[in-house]
């Protein structure tokens, strides 16, 4: 787990099943951060993937952080 996050942190954009994972929450809170627009997020292609860019992902989480 710690090396996926680590592989994860190294790329533009990560997928909301891995932002939960580099996070620690479950993806039904990322989802609703999304719907809530409080994280941008990207649709490439016509499916349903979006990708989160990590720096957004990185400081919309430490603004959660202060929070709790």
């Known amino acids: 787990m710690v090396q996926e996050a680590a592989r994860l942190l190294d790329r533009i954009a990560v997928t909301i099943p891995?932002?939960?994972?580099?996070?620690?929450?479950?993806?039904?809170?990322?989802?609703?951060?999304?719907?809530?627009?409080?994280?941008?997020?990207?649709?490439?292609?016509?499916?349903?993937?979006?990708?989160i860019s990590v720096d957004d992902l990185r400081s919309w989480f430490s603004g959660k952080k202060r929070i709790l």
């Open 18 to 51: 891995e932002a939960a994972i580099l996070t620690g929450m479950p993806e039904k809170r990322i989802r609703q951060a999304i719907y809530a627009r409080e994280l941008a997020v990207v649709q490439f292609t016509a499916g349903k993937e979006y990708y």
